[in-house]
């Protein structure tokens, strides 16, 4: 296992498409984090999993955003009806339920809405 | 409500000087954790160092050190014979049980010139 997985990196949209980008977490990491980066700004949390349960959405995640985490492993993020403030990167992270609590990042899928 | 605060956007720093960063955050928690995560240009967020909020004494990690001050809540981060690999963007986050997701700061782009 090489670490936290996500695809793709780099994603164009016309405004209007869905889009949709996957994440995999470290193998044996119950927790599951999607967060939103834009440029210059830190991470701003999205949404979280415990295995397969959503236990926590922020408020930015409108109801054009769903994400989901079936059978407890990959994630999925899914953005419908895009738009230009979606442009952003949209980082996953996981961790473990037991330990230091350190989060281990992907590399991110890189979202431009033109 | 978990704030984390860094004040500076941008710092620069000369090869082999020392540098500090700084982070200030605000918890309601007995209990919690602060992190100093590094996201170098296109790539992916990696860990630096760790604190635990019960532990009095300030983490070590080979070049990287912290001043953690509870009662001031304040967090900063030294690094110490910096390298041109440093140069990157730098996050303080903190995490609690509570609401078990990390809150990251605004960051700081630290530039190391040569």
């Known amino acids: 296992d090489t670490g936290v997985s996500q695809d793709p990196r780099h994603k164009i949209t016309k405004r209007g498409q869905n889009v949709t980008f996957r994440c995999d977490p470290i193998?044996?990491?119950?927790?599951l984090y999607w967060y939103r980066q834009t440029l210059g700004q830190g991470p701003e949390f999205l949404t979280y999993?415990?295995?397969?349960?959503?236990?926590?959405k922020s408020r930015l995640l409108s109801d054009r955003f769903s994400a989901e985490r079936p059978k407890g492993s990959f994630s999925t993020l899914e953005i419908q009806r895009t738009e230009q403030g979606d442009s952003a990167m949209y980082l996953c992270?996981?961790?473990?339920?037991?330990?230091?609590?350190?989060?281990?990042f992907g590399q991110g899928t890189r979202l431009t809405v033109v | 409500a978990q704030t984390v605060t860094q004040s500076q956007p941008e710092m620069s720093v000369q090869e082999a000087e020392t540098v500090t960063l700084s982070c200030t955050y605000d918890?309601?928690?007995?209990?919690?954790?602060l992190f100093w995560y590094k996201q170098p240009p296109s790539r992916q967020m990696i860990l630096v160092i760790r604190?635990?909020?019960?532990?009095?004494q300030n983490a070590t990690e080979n070049r990287f050190s912290v001043n953690f001050q509870k009662a001031a809540k304040s967090f900063s981060l030294k690094i110490s014979d910096s390298q041109l690999g440093d140069t990157a963007m730098y996050f303080c986050?903190?995490?609690?049980?509570?609401?078990?997701?990390?809150?990251f700061g605004k960051g700081i782009t630290l530039s190391v010139r040569p």
């Open positions: 604190q635990e909020a019960y532990k009095q």
């Open positions: 999993f415990q295995n397969e349960a959503q236990l926590e």
């Open positions: 193998s044996e990491h119950n927790r």
């Open positions: 992270a996981s961790r473990a339920r037991q330990g230091s609590r350190e989060a281990f």
């Open positions: 986050a903190s995490f609690t049980g509570a609401n078990s997701k990390l809150t």
């Open positions: 918890t309601s928690e007995n209990n919690y954790y």
